[in-house]
C-alpha cells in the first residue's frame, strides 16, 4: 500500500466549474500538507501548504486536510483553462522528506 | 533573484555510460533534495543533502546512485552504468536554513534523462 494514495484521472471539466481534488495518506505521523501543480515539462510549484485539521483559502484555490479522516482536498473555484496541469499532493515525514502522491491530470475545457 | 537551476535540461546515454546531473540551488539556501518522476508517477524522494553531509539518502538505489553537494559549487547527482529503468526526470529543490517545522521547497525545472 502506498503511503499516499491519489487518482491520477484523467480530469476533465469546463471553464468556470468547481474543480476538487483529493489525496489520502496512511501515516499519521505526517504534519505538513502540501498541494503542488505541474505544468507539462516543469518542475513542481507550491499552491498552498496546511498543518492540522481544517481549511485554508488563496484566492480561488481552498486546501482542506482531515487528520482523523487521513484526508485531504484541494478545491478550485470558477477553473480557468491557465489550471490545467498535473496537481500533486505531498506531505512531510521526519526531517523535511516530501512524500508525493501520484498526481491528477486535470484539463479545464473552454 | 533566481530560482533553483538545474543542467543538463536534457540528456541522453547510451547503457553503461555515467550521467551526472547538476543542481545549483537558489541563493541563501543550503539544503538540496533530489527526487525521480517516472512517467505517470509522482515524485520520489532520493536524498538529502546540507553543505557536505548527506542527511537522508533512503530512496537512494543502494549501487550506482551517488549524491554530493559540495562547499563550493552546485549539488551532483551521478548516476553510473545507466540502465533503461533509469530514464526518468529528475528534480533539484532547496530550502533556507532549517528551522523547526516547515520550510518550503522550491523546485527547479527537471532534467530528463532517457538511456538508450
Known amino acids: 500500500q502506498k503511503e499516499v494514495e491519489q487518482d491520477p484521472g484523467p480530469l476533465s471539466v469546463p471553464e468556470g466549474a468547481i474543480v476538487s481534488l483529493n489525496c489520502t495518506y496512511s501515516?499519521?505521523?505526517?504534519?505538513?500538507f502540501m498541494w503542488y501543480r505541474q505544468y507539462s515539462r516543469k518542475g513542481p510549484e507550491l499552491l498552498m501548504y496546511t498543518y492540522s485539521s481544517g481549511n485554508k483559502e488563496d484566492g480561488r484555490f481552498t486546501a482542506q486536510v482531515d487528520k482523523s479522516s487521513k484526508y485531504i482536498s484541494l478545491f478550485i473555484r470558477d477553473s480557468q483553462p491557465s489550471d490545467s496541469a498535473t496537481y500533486l499532493c505531498?506531505?512531510?515525514?521526519?526531517?523535511?522528506?516530501?512524500?508525493f502522491g501520484q498526481g491528477t491530470r486535470l484539463t479545464i475545457n473552454p | 533573484n533566481a530560482g533553483v537551476m538545474q543542467n543538463p535540461r536534457h540528456l541522453v546515454r547510451r547503457r553503461g555510460q555515467e550521467a551526472r546531473l547538476r543542481c545549483s540551488p537558489m541563493?541563501?539556501?543550503?539544503?538540496v533534495y533530489w527526487y525521480r518522476q517516472l512517467p505517470e508517477e509522482g515524485l520520489k524522494f532520493m536524498v538529502y543533502l546540507q553543505k557536505e553531509n548527506i542527511i537522508d539518502e533512503s530512496g537512494m538505489p543502494k549501487e550506482r546512485f551517488s549524491a554530493e553537494f559540495p562547499k563550493e559549487g552546485p549539488s551532483i547527482l551521478r548516476i553510473q552504468q545507466v540502465v533503461r529503468g533509469d530514464s526518468a526526470a529528475y528534480f533539484c529543490?532547496?530550502?533556507?536554513?532549517?528551522?523547526?517545522?516547515?520550510?518550503?521547497?522550491?523546485f527547479g525545472p527537471g532534467t530528463r534523462l532517457t538511456v538508450l
Open positions: 541563493k541563501g539556501h543550503s539544503h
Open positions: 529543490a532547496s530550502s533556507p536554513q532549517g528551522v523547526a517545522g516547515y520550510n518550503e521547497q522550491f
Open positions: 501515516n499519521s505521523a505526517f504534519q505538513y
Open positions: 505531498a506531505m512531510y515525514q521526519g526531517a523535511q522528506k516530501l512524500v
